[in-house]
């Protein structure tokens, strides 16, 4: 049974689409690592400036503490809304991407041909005399 797992998993593993699927999260990895720069160095800075100078990573909330004092415990919102903007961002681009590469594969697929209507057997054609001799039949 583990010989046979073990097989699946080498013909899983030296298939193409693997190697593909692995180029491809190393790019979206880095890919993902300049959006979070886009976004945290770029538009966020420019939005907090136009909410009145507010850096978004300072947005937080002080909750109490329940036991005791101690260092204060954040509830940082601020970071959760980059991570939001940084997650549309991100599937917009991905969006556009596939939406590319679907128009891409459309052009270059030839369209497929119409198939062609398959023989009448037997039964339909004795079907299809019947009518006639019915049709004949209530013309009279």
Request: hydrophobic content about 50%; cysteine-free; glycine content about 10%.
């Given at each position: 049974?583990?010989?046979?797992?073990?097989?699946?998993?080498?013909?899983?593993?030296?298939?193409?689409?693997?190697?593909?699927?692995?180029?491809?999260?190393?790019?979206?990895?880095?890919?993902?690592?300049?959006?979070?720069?886009?976004?945290?160095?770029?538009i966020m800075?420019?939005?907090?400036?136009?909410?009145?100078?507010?850096?978004?990573?300072?947005?937080?909330?002080?909750?109490?503490?329940?036991?005791?004092?101690?260092?204060?415990?954040?509830?940082s919102y601020?970071?959760?809304?980059?991570?939001?903007?940084?997650?549309?961002?991100?599937?917009?681009?991905?969006?556009?991407?596939?939406?590319?590469?679907?128009?891409?594969?459309?052009?270059?697929?030839?369209?497929?041909?119409?198939?062609?209507?398959?023989?009448?057997?037997?039964?339909?054609?004795?079907?299809?005399?019947?009518?006639?001799?019915?049709?004949?039949?209530?013309?009279?």
């Amino acid at each position: 049974m583990m010989k046979k797992f073990l097989e699946e998993f080498k013909t899983f593993a030296v298939r193409g689409n693997v190697m593909d699927l692995a180029v491809g999260v190393i790019i979206g990895g880095a890919f993902g690592a300049i959006t979070t720069s886009l976004i945290g160095d770029v538009i966020m800075p420019i939005l907090g400036m136009f909410i009145g100078g507010v850096d978004f990573k300072d947005l937080a909330v002080e909750l109490p503490h329940i036991f005791g004092s101690g260092e204060p415990i954040l509830l940082s919102y601020g970071l959760f809304l980059q991570a939001v903007f940084n997650f549309i961002i991100l599937a917009l681009v991905v969006f556009l991407l596939v939406k590319g590469m679907n128009k891409l594969r459309t052009k270059e697929a030839p369209a497929p041909e119409p198939e062609a209507e398959p023989e009448p057997g037997k039964e339909e054609v004795l079907l299809g005399e019947i009518k006639m001799l019915l049709e004949k039949i209530s013309e009279k």
